[in-house]
């Protein structure tokens, strides 16, 4: 007497199926990317009686509005001041592509006027991503990175000592701004330092022309935006 086979080829095909719909549905499926919702306003004026033209352009300026409020909360005042222009013409004339939906939450004709609130879902992922390739920082981790500067420190002159070299050093490291120190090569009469710093090379090589070593002053000789030279009077470190 043959038995009933429970894993005959229809029923195991059924039970595939099931697995595959499963582990898609899993928590292995890729996250969403990163999107805010805003609110905003728009408001447009009705020419020759054009109501839906004035309403398109409601739509459109509360749409350019609700990814300027995104830039807004994710770029400080400091580097909006000075990123208008890029904001103008990069940015804000695309301002379509960073809009996931949006939907008319009010809208209404009003004193010559069409005007619109909208519930937009923004692409903030995709926003950020293009403002950084424009130079402008979003977020506090971007502006961190983008106030940090990194340049070459060279003096010129020979320490007397390793003792003295240390010393140097630790001087270099207590001034404000310079977050480290990092040796380069050691000559005999050129030492090179690289410094990371929130301060730019010309602002630190006027805190080092303040310094004096061993009784001697620092003169700058050169500064620039990647490198400071400075000397010890031309004469190098000698111990006390």
């Known amino acids: 007497m043959s038995r009933h086979n429970p894993t005959n080829p229809a029923l195991r095909a059924i039970l595939i199926g099931c697995a595959v719909m499963l582990f898609l549905a899993g928590p292995s499926a890729a996250p969403a990317a990163e999107q805010e919702s805003v609110e ?63 939907r008319i939450l009010r809208e209404a004709e009003q004193d010559g006027a069409y005007a619109v609130k909208i519930a937009a879902t923004v692409d903030t992922a995709g926003l950020k991503r293009d403002l950084r390739r424009h130079g402008v920082p979003a977020g506090k981790a971007d502006e961190a990175r983008s106030a940090e500067h990194r340049f070459v420190l060279a003096v010129r002159g020979a320490f007397a000592s390793h003792h003295d070299y240390l010393a140097f050093r630790d001087l270099i490291s207590g001034i404000p701004g ?63």
Request: charged share 20%; net charge positive.
């Open 178 to 240: 310079v977050q480290s120190v990092s040796p380069v090569s050691i000559a005999p009469d050129l030492t090179e330092w690289r410094l990371r710093s929130s301060e730019a090379a010309p602002v630190i090589a006027q805190e080092l022309s303040k310094r004096r070593f061993k009784g001697t002053t620092l003169r700058i000789v050169e500064s620039g935006a990647d490198s400071i030279v400075a000397t010890l009077n031309g004469k190098g470190v000698s111990r006390d």
């Open 40 to 102: 905003a306003d728009g408001i447009a004026a009705i020419q020759s009686s054009n109501l839906a033209q004035a309403r398109d352009q409601a739509i459109s300026q509360a749409l350019r509005s609700a990814i300027a409020k995104t830039i807004h909360s994710s770029v400080s005042p400091d580097v909006l001041a000075v990123s208008k222009a890029v904001l103008n013409e990069k940015i804000y004339p695309i301002t379509e592509r960073y809009i996931v939906r949006y």
